[in-house]
């Protein structure tokens, strides 16, 4: 699937981590097997299965999957990381993963039901936040901002996963206005990863994406397939009120059904030319393939970089 779109940039997420990188140097191989080169990665150690050593869900246990900085049933379960045709700056990442939750003007974290213990060490992200500058020629650089939330479910009516997931978006509108003591880059950006949340449809707090989506910075190229549209015909689906062609994840009718929760939003100096979601249709040779890669589709978007620039390739 990842060969037949062959992007330039490419995030995953729900990667396992671990300290050696092992599993992502034997995934790049296969990448490379199969036609994809990806010479540069990042993939920083994230919150999923950090043990806190406290018992994080309130139900007189401690070092379970539920009691990490986030839901890991080992120590980077599910984490991130970034490949790239394009050299990566390693002495410029800028890394909100350890950021505090309480420590993000005008969290949502009061009334989320957390015992002060656990409200001094709880972290806002639950994989990562990162800001990564790759290098483009001439020495010019674009900035990726990329990040994994959690599930706006799964909790009570206190609904701490909800207001975590809204705070999660909101860390990027607050770095953007430089209240995070680092000041944002003025070079291209682009936003990119599983917000976990739908603007429109099933639970959550969608303020703080929306303003990302409509945001004077940035823009949403409202990426699209025909696959989702044939997926949402039936049961919960139809019920929805989005667009299900944007939709970007396939679930099934028993849980919240097809939604949009992974997004790639480039800033308005990178012009457009063109975007999609890889759902292929159900008579097409790749269906089954890209069914069983992942409940989540690729989203993929083809923006032009500054003039004369040209992504190196083997």
Same mark, same amino acid.
């Given at each position: 699937?990842?060969?037949?779109?062959?992007?330039?940039?490419?995030?995953?997420? $729900?990667?396992?981590?671990?300290?050696?990188?092992?599993?992502?140097?034997?995934?790049?191989?296969?990448?490379?097997?199969?036609?994809?080169?990806?010479?540069?990665?990042?993939?920083?150690?994230?919150?999923?299965?950090?043990?806190? &050593?406290? @018992?994080?869900? &309130?139900?007189?246990?401690?070092?379970?999957?539920?009691?990490?900085?986030?839901?890991?049933?080992?120590?980077?379960? &599910?984490?991130?990381?970034?490949?790239?045709?394009?050299?990566?700056?390693?002495?410029?990442?800028?890394?909100?993963?350890?950021?505090?939750?309480?420590?993000?003007?005008?969290?949502?974290?009061?009334?989320?039901?957390?015992?002060?213990?656990?409200?001094?060490?709880?972290? /806002?992200?639950?994989?990562?936040?990162?800001?990564?500058?790759? =290098?483009?020629?001439?020495?010019?650089?674009?900035?990726?901002?990329?990040?994994?939330?959690?599930?706006?479910?799964?909790?009570?009516?206190?609904?701490?996963?909800?207001? *975590? #997931?809204?705070?999660?978006?909101?860390?990027?509108?607050?770095?953007?206005?430089?209240? /995070?003591?680092?000041?944002?880059?003025?070079?291209?950006?682009?936003?990119?990863?599983?917000?976990?949340?739908?603007?429109?449809? $099933?639970?959550?707090?969608?303020?703080?994406?929306?303003?990302?989506?409509?945001?004077?910075?940035?823009?949403?190229?409202?990426?699209? $397939?025909?696959?989702? /549209?044939?997926?949402?015909?039936?049961?919960? #689906?139809?019920?929805?009120?989005?667009?299900?062609?944007?939709?970007?994840?396939?679930? $099934?009718? @028993?849980?919240?059904?097809? /939604? *949009?929760?992974?997004?790639?939003?480039?800033?308005?100096?990178?012009? =457009?030319?063109?975007?999609?979601?890889?759902?292929?249709?159900?008579?097409?040779?790749?269906?089954?393939?890209?069914?069983?890669?992942?409940?989540?589709?690729? =989203?993929?978007?083809?923006?032009?970089?500054?003039?004369?620039?040209?992504?190196?390739?083997?």
């Amino acid at each position: 699937m990842i060969a037949t779109i062959n992007p330039d940039i490419l995030l995953l997420t $729900s990667f396992d981590w671990d300290y050696e990188g092992r599993a992502l140097d034997a995934f790049i191989a296969r990448l490379n097997e199969a036609g994809a080169d990806y010479p540069h990665r990042f993939a920083g150690q994230p919150n999923t299965g950090l043990a806190t &050593g406290l @018992d994080l869900d &309130g139900n007189g246990r401690s070092g379970e999957a539920r009691d990490a900085q986030g839901y890991g049933r080992f120590m980077g379960q &599910g984490g991130m990381a970034l490949l790239s045709r394009l050299p990566i700056r390693a002495d410029y990442i800028v890394d909100f993963t350890p950021m505090l939750w309480a420590d993000l003007p005008g969290s949502l974290i009061d009334g989320a039901g957390l015992s002060p213990d656990v409200r001094a060490v709880q972290r /806002l992200s639950t994989t990562a936040h990162w800001d990564i500058r790759l =290098v483009l020629p001439e020495e010019s650089p674009l900035h990726l901002w990329a990040w994994t939330a959690t599930p706006p479910v799964f909790d009570g009516p206190e609904d701490r996963n909800g207001r *975590r #997931n809204h705070d999660e978006a909101a860390l990027w509108l607050h770095y953007l206005e430089g209240r /995070l003591g680092q000041h944002p880059p003025e070079a291209p950006i682009v936003i990119l990863g599983d917000a976990n949340l739908d603007p429109i449809d $099933s639970e959550g707090r969608p303020d703080a994406l929306l303003t990302l989506l409509d945001h004077p910075v940035f823009l949403d190229p409202q990426p699209r $397939s025909e696959g989702a /549209l044939t997926a949402a015909q039936e049961g919960i #689906n139809a019920a929805h009120r989005g667009d299900p062609t944007l939709d970007t994840a396939d679930w $099934s009718d @028993d849980g919240p059904g097809n /939604l *949009r929760v992974d997004y790639v939003l480039p800033s308005r100096d990178l012009a =457009v030319m063109a975007s999609g979601v890889f759902w292929p249709t159900p008579d097409d040779p790749m269906a089954e393939t890209v069914e069983r890669a992942s409940a989540h589709r690729l =989203v993929w978007v083809d923006v032009e970089l500054p003039s004369g620039t040209r992504i190196p390739r083997k």
